[in-house]
């Protein structure tokens, strides 16, 4: 497999929850190309994350893909339980979760969508946690790195659904990042602007094009990000090259949150 570089260990795997989405899957060609065994996640589609695990095959390295519903505590629990039978253990985890959403105000906003981006994003990451951080510690520590949104440092009317829930994966970072640091397991997190990949291109056609217009128009680079740039932010943090990085994150947004 030609790598530009080997920044994962072979031994063991890089565990990716949701890889089969559109930021997913450039984070799971990516860290595989710089030699990391990968087992990605899917929810509901399996065609995706089946071509997910092709293309990194087709490249020279190995993959798996597996069904998971991380709001279900049982289903995280056993996609870890899965990555650890299929390579030994898993040093690196990866939350690339997240759901469509509408930009309302918080006044006009639908009480059960605020608790489905609640269950999907806070739930679903704290369940994460609770499933693989046992692990991390049996084998001496790795990384933790989740997309939040660039939206945790600049506020932007309408966008309650994506920065409210994503405020508190920020929070629950830097709690892992302080309390799991002396057993050598780092945790961070980067924060997206608006990608040309992913969620945001069903919400272009959407309501949600005019929030994402204006973030567009205010972000100082000017233009929309792709999905490679996040994934290079997350595969350095999640890699060795990061090794004295924890607790932070970092904003990939084009200068949207400076």
Do not use: W
Request: charged fraction near 15%; charge should be negative; include cysteine.
């Amino acid at each position: 497999m030609s790598q530009e570089r080997q920044d994962f260990s072979r031994d063991g795997c890089a565990l990716v929850y949701a890889g089969s989405g559109g930021l997913g899957q450039e984070i799971c060609r990516l860290i595989a190309s710089r030699g990391a065994n990968v087992v990605l996640t899917y929810h509901s589609r399996k065609t995706a994350a089946d071509e997910a695990v092709a293309l990194i095959e087709a490249a020279g390295g190995r993959a798996l893909a597996v069904q998971c519903d991380v709001t279900d505590p049982a289903s995280t629990k056993a996609a870890a339980e899965a990555a650890g039978k299929a390579f030994g253990h898993f040093h690196t985890v990866i939350s690339a979760t997240g759901i469509l959403f509408d930009t309302p105000f918080i006044a006009d906003m639908n009480p059960q969508a605020f608790r489905d981006v609640i269950e999907a994003d806070v739930f679903g990451f704290f369940n994460i946690a609770q499933a693989t951080i046992p692990a991390l510690r049996a084998n001496g520590g790795g990384s933790i790195t989740a997309l939040v949104t660039a939206a945790v440092k600049h506020t932007i009317p309408g966008d309650g659904l994506s920065s409210t829930p994503k405020s508190a994966l920020a929070t629950i970072i830097r709690q892992i990042a302080k309390e799991e640091g002396p057993k050598g397991i780092r945790a961070n997190g980067v924060g997206p602007g608006v990608i040309n990949a992913g969620m945001v291109l069903p919400m272009l056609a959407t309501g949600a094009k005019e929030l994402l217009d204006f973030a567009t128009n205010t972000t100082p680079l000017q233009r929309l990000g792709e999905a490679i740039e996040i994934a290079e932010a997350v595969a350095f943090l999640a890699s060795e090259r990061a090794s004295y990085i924890t607790g932070h994150i970092l904003m990939a947004d084009g200068g949207l949150s400076a």
